[in-house]
């Protein structure tokens, strides 16, 4: 059983959709990344939190320590944010690697 | 500021050959993470350095892999004696001492034939 799960697997929305994906983790962590990965390419960092919410342009991340949970949100999606949405936790008792959630595959139609 | 690279993106071997991957931390980083996708799978740690000493190598196979990351230089990830299973993306990210950012390389695509 993966230590982070993300929902959902698969998400499809049309063009300036408000999107939200979920990720949930076990125990203690020190950060929480949102990373973004497009076919074939490279691992782009969104986010790191460790708490509250931080935005970057039309994406919002937040953070629930209490409830082990996190969400990425795209605000007026566009086909350009096409791509594997990945989170990843930096687990307190794993020192500093990084575990992953198997990645949402969001797909935006015009 | 150069981000992390990686070399080559592509490699193609032969099975019972050794593949060499290559990456370069961001400048000021002394943290280096070799993570694997394989096809259809989420990534996974492999191993952890700092200059001249692994930090944490519990997600290496025990044979045939290994990492480095002299001194001087990049950091190298060696598979030795390849076989079709280790075709994967296999990413390098670094982290400041401080551990505030992560960054990853755009990753190497191994295939073995």
């Known amino acids: 059983k993966n230590e982070v799960e993300q929902s959902p697997q698969n998400l499809t929305a049309q063009e300036g959709e408000f999107i939200t994906i979920n990720c949930s983790y076990s125990v203690g962590i020190s950060a929480l990344h949102w990373l973004q990965q497009h076919p074939g390419g490279g691992i782009v960092s969104l986010f790191m939190l460790s708490s509250g919410k931080k935005k970057h342009g039309r994406l919002i991340a937040t953070i629930n320590i209490q409830e082990k949970h996190s969400s990425l949100h795209i605000t007026a999606s566009h086909p350009r944010d096409s791509a594997v949405y990945i989170c990843?936790?930096?687990?307190?008792?794993?020192?500093?690697?990084?575990?992953f959630g198997e990645g949402t595959q969001l797909t935006v139609n015009p | 500021n150069a981000g992390v690279m990686q070399n080559p993106r592509h490699l193609v071997r032969r099975r019972g050959q050794e593949a060499r991957l290559r990456c370069s931390p961001m400048?000021?980083?002394?943290?280096v993470y070799w993570y694997r996708q394989l096809p259809e799978e989420g990534l996974k740690f492999m191993v952890y350095l700092q200059k001249e000493n692994i930090i944490d190598e519990s997600g290496m196979p025990k044979e045939r892999f290994s990492a480095e990351f002299p001194k001087e230089g990049p950091s190298i990830l060696r598979i030795q004696q390849v076989v079709r299973g280790d075709s994967a993306a296999y990413f390098c990210?670094?982290?400041?001492?401080?551990?505030?950012?992560?960054?990853f390389g755009q990753g190497t695509r191994l295939t073995v034939v």
């Open positions: 400048k000021g980083h002394s943290h």
């Open positions: 990210a670094s982290s400041p001492p401080t551990f505030t950012e992560a960054f």
């Open positions: 990843a936790v930096r687990y307190s008792a794993s020192g500093s690697r990084l575990t």
